[in-house]
């Protein structure tokens, strides 16, 4: 199926995700838009690998005599949550209360990351101190000016891979116990930095899943070990790894949705595939191929799984069927696509959204 303009692809797969037949597109779009304000209150732990995000501007000057390279005119330097503190912020900023379970050290980084998440009042209680384990840190630089698009030249990543302490660890995995039932959902934000490790998935996936808590496993690395999650969210290079599998048509799509099904027991999988939008698959239903809402003005896709990752489960816990949470995490990926960084979305700009793209 393809359409021209997206607000119609959008109002179609409305319409195919309700099962109320008899349903307007407006009905629908309340629908949609009652789910944005259930976000509010809704209790979410994020646990995975804490970063923060570095960012350096500079105004191009020249080319430089020691080396082809350009000389920037330093600008500003900021940090901004990223990791698993992102899918945080952006369930944050959509009105959930956020508890975050990871390790941030008491070094500068840290300092500046733990700022940025006092600041969204976000709480912190379950980030711990790794002895010789350094805050992990990105660091982007962009070319910037006046009359010059900004634009990412490099960045430099100071990542510890390292197995846990045993002591962070143990803090960690009790401080999931204590949460867990206390919580609507569980998110795994897995960067393959070391926080995702047997032990934690152990302490906390099994314990959720008993108690009928909502969990989402967002994994850069092998999705398999996530047995029984509510849902998985891969991008698909992340789907393609873990199945050994590649995705080059519909049939190969099909093929990878209805593999990680079977071979993780998830209820669902929903892989984002960039200006492709995503596809969801469901137990019990057959795959929903939601186009992206925003194709032409992708600014920065940097942390957009996240903001997938947060939506999605906001929705579910909210009540939205895994059909609706995947609409509303698309059109959330689309808005946030078109900044610098990794960004989010309030109610009220996704609400806004939600309004001119499901319609008749």
Same mark, same amino acid.
């Given at each position: 199926m393809h359409f021209d303009d997206d607000s119609t692809a959008i109002a179609a797969l409305v319409a195919d995700a309700h099962d109320g037949a008899n349903m307007t597109t407006?009905?629908?779009r309340e629908r949609l838009l009652d789910l944005v304000r259930r976000?509010?209150?809704?209790?979410?732990?994020?646990?995975?690998?804490?970063?923060?995000?570095?960012?350096?501007?500079g105004t191009p000057m020249r080319i430089s005599r020691e080396?082809?390279?350009?000389?920037?005119d330093h600008a500003d330097q900021f940090t901004v949550p990223g990791g698993a503190t992102n899918p945080g912020v952006n369930a944050r900023t959509l009105g959930a209360e956020v508890f975050?379970?990871?390790?941030?050290?008491?070094?500068?980084?840290?300092?500046?990351?733990?700022?940025?998440?006092?600041?969204?009042?976000?709480?912190?209680?379950?980030?711990?101190?790794?002895?010789?384990?350094?805050?992990?840190?990105?660091t982007r630089i962009l070319a910037a000016g006046t009359q010059v698009v900004r634009q990412q030249i490099v960045r430099v990543d100071r990542i510890d891979h390292s197995p846990l302490g045993e002591a962070c660890e143990r803090q960690i995995i009790e401080y999931l116990r204590a949460m867990i039932p206390t919580v609507d959902a569980l998110i795994i934000s897995d960067y393959e930095n070391g926080v995702i490790n047997p032990a934690i998935i152990e302490a906390s996936l099994p314990l959720a899943i008993e108690l009928g808590k909502t969990v989402t496993a967002d994994s850069h690395g092998d999705l398999i070990r996530?047995?029984?999650?509510?849902?998985?969210?891969?991008?698909?290079?992340?789907?393609?790894?873990t199945l050994g599998l590649g995705i080059h048509d519909r049939?190969?799509?099909?093929?990878?949705?209805?593999?990680?099904?079977?071979?993780? *027991?998830?209820?669902?999988?929903?892989i984002t595939r960039g200006a492709e939008g995503m596809s969801l698959f469901e137990?019990? *239903?057959?795959?929903? *191929?939601?186009?992206?809402?925003?194709?032409?003005?992708?600014?920065?896709?940097?942390?957009?799984?996240?903001?997938?990752?947060?939506?999605?489960?906001?929705?579910?816990?909210?009540g939205a069927t895994m059909a609706e949470a995947a609409l509303l995490a698309n059109i959330a990926a689309g808005l946030v696509v078109r900044r610098i960084g990794c960004a989010t979305n309030t109610p009220d700009e996704l609400s806004a959204a939600v309004t001119t793209l499901v319609q008749g």
């Open positions: 407006n009905v629908r976000f509010a209150g809704k209790r979410i732990l994020v646990v995975g690998d804490m970063v923060a995000d570095e960012y350096i501007t080396a082809p390279v350009l000389i920037l975050l379970a990871g390790v941030v050290a008491d070094d500068g980084p840290g300092s500046r990351l733990r700022e940025c998440l006092a600041a969204h009042r976000i709480v912190m209680d379950g980030l711990f101190s790794d002895q010789d384990r350094p805050t992990s840190t990105k996530f047995q029984g999650a509510t849902a998985l969210t891969p991008n698909q290079p992340e789907a393609e790894a049939a190969s799509l099909q093929q990878a949705g209805a593999r990680l099904l079977a071979e993780t *027991h998830a209820e669902g999988v929903l137990r019990g *239903h057959e795959p929903l *191929h939601v186009p992206a809402s925003n194709r032409s003005e992708v600014a920065d896709p940097t942390g957009a799984g996240d903001t997938v990752a947060a939506t999605f489960t906001l929705a579910l816990v909210a």
